[in-house]
Each structure stands twice: as C-alpha cells, then as structure tokens.
C-alpha cells in the first residue's frame, strides 16, 4: 500500500530538482558541452562542416609533427575525451574545456580573418565555467527529500 506513496515521494525530489532555474542551466550546458565537443571531434576525420586545417594558425602547424590534417585528427581525439569528461565529471570537464576553449582562442587570433570566430570562442569559453561553476552546485549532491 505505502509503494504508490514512496515512489511519488521518491520522484518529488527529481523534479523540485527539474523546476530549479540553476538546475536547469546546469543541464542545458552540461549537455551542450557534452554533445557539441563530440560532434566537432568526430568531424575532425570527415570535414563536413568546415575543412578544418584552414582553422590551425600556420605557427603550430609548424611546430607539430606531420601535416595540419593530422594535427586535425589529434584535435578531434582530445575533443572527444573533453566531451565525455564533461559528461562522467562536469566539475572538471567544464574546467578542461574552457582551458581547451583558451588554446583555440590564441591559436585564431594569430590567424588574420578569424577574430569573429575567437569572440565566438570567448563566449563558449565563458558557458564552459559557468558550467564547472554551476557543477560545483549541482552535481554529485544528493538534492534534499
């Protein structure tokens, strides 16, 4: 007789959770940073959005080893990792991905042409901690019954 009661209770928390606004920006950016560093990673091998060896400043296409596309594919790797850090432990994948976010930023400034899309980055950059930020809250605490 008490399940019915229990399994409402149970469930109450979950969503006083789903209705908090801090909650709610906690999700939406964790799954942005999940989903978006995946997707971008794994285009790395297939440049369907954008050939993405036009985007490597010509300085550290020079100072790493093999041709800008292979630098593209080690690029897609480490996005990847981010994206499913971000989604097993947000406290640190915000963190690395806004760090990531840092590297992309000075690598499009030193190219002529790219500063919009550095200002873009900024702004991602900016989402990534609030997301650690807001992790620090959310995530991993058990929410009050």
């Not at 593209?72 to 760090?99: K, Q, T």
């Amino acid at each position: 007789m008490s399940s019915p009661s229990t399994t409402s209770t149970s469930a109450a928390p979950g969503r006083a959770a789903l209705a908090d606004p801090g909650y709610q920006a906690f999700a939406i950016l964790r799954t942005g940073f999940t989903v978006a560093p995946i997707l971008f990673g794994l285009d790395k091998f297939m440049n369907l959005l954008v050939d993405w060896p036009l985007y490597l400043a010509p300085w550290i296409d020079d100072i790493v080893p093999g041709s800008a596309q292979a630098a593209m594919y080690a690029v897609g790797v480490i996005e990847i990792v981010a994206g499913l850090v971000v989604a097993l432990a947000p406290r640190f994948g915000g963190w690395l991905v806004a760090g990531w976010l840092a590297g992309i930023i000075v690598n499009l400034l030193t190219i002529p042409g790219h500063y919009d899309i550095a200002l873009r980055d900024f702004g991602l950059l900016l989402g990534a901690v609030a997301l650690a930020r807001l992790a620090q809250r959310y995530h991993g605490k058990r929410q009050p019954r």
